[in-house]
């Protein structure tokens, strides 16, 4: 089954970027699939931000505007989020999550960054 | 965007009840949405895609029904273990929207 992972600092200070790693196992990141980031607020809301497609094309949440990035590294099967210029209301649990086009299959088991001073 | 509304966020039931969550789509989403349900301490779980197919493995007393703008999803018999926030979401077009969930409770 398709596995993924999340890795990141935990703590980002205010105005600062925030980059998490998504390893991906048990699936080549190229093979299909569409690879997402999505984040849970304090308070369990839900949010879309972007993803990068199997052929590396991306689609990013407006809301988001030019604040974030989504790439990949083919070779480590892994995908990344960045997003600039922080703040505490970008506090959240992000998830990496696997969309087959229709329904978000495979999630992550999250990781909690907090922005802080 | 396309708001995703559960009107209830709290529901309590009794073990061998049946439940069922609505959620209203702000405009027409064809079928083309998807139940979760987070137990806590966990991220979400697939349930219910295309508004009434179940994901490999998830139990029959878990379904989904409606289509355009109007969706539910029912537990025929809850269970205990059901204990859980659920949340619909729509996949008909980006930005993707959520539900803000509707927490099961179990007397």
């Known amino acids: 089954d398709v596995q993924l992972q999340e890795s990141g600092p935990g703590l980002v200070k205010p105005s600062q970027s925030l980059s998490l790693t998504c390893s991906v196992t048990?699936?080549?990141?190229?093979?299909?699939?569409?690879w997402n980031w999505i984040r849970q607020f304090p308070g369990n809301k839900l949010e879309w931000m972007g993803y990068?497609?199997?052929?590396?094309?991306?689609n990013y949440n407006p809301s988001l505007k030019n604040r974030i990035s989504i790439t990949r590294d083919t070779s480590k099967n892994q995908f990344f989020l960045k997003l600039n210029s922080v703040t505490t209301e970008d506090t959240a649990t992000y998830y990496c999550?696997?969309?087959?086009?229709?329904?978000?299959?495979?999630w992550g088991q999250g990781t909690t960054l907090t922005v802080s001073s | 965007d396309i708001v995703m509304t559960q009107s209830h966020k709290f529901m309590s039931t009794s073990v061998g009840d049946r439940v069922t969550i609505t959620c209203k789509a702000s405009?027409?989403?064809?079928?083309?949405v998807a139940w979760y349900e987070q137990k806590p301490g966990q991220s979400p779980k697939l349930l219910i895609y295309?508004?009434?197919y179940r994901y490999t493995g998830v139990p029959d007393r878990f379904t989904g029904s409606g289509s355009g703008t109007d969706f539910t999803f029912t537990i025929s018999s809850v269970q205990a273990e059901d204990l859980a926030v659920y949340y619909c979401?729509?996949?008909?077009?980006?930005?993707?929207?959520f539900g803000g969930g509707t927490k099961l409770e179990i007397k």
């Open positions: 999550v696997g969309d087959s086009v229709i329904r978000f299959d495979y």
């Open positions: 048990d699936y080549s990141i190229t093979s299909g699939y569409y």
């Open positions: 990068i497609s199997y052929d590396g094309n991306n």
């Open positions: 405009q027409d989403v064809n079928i083309v």
């Open positions: 295309s508004a009434s």
């Open positions: 979401q729509q996949h008909y077009s980006t930005p993707y929207t």
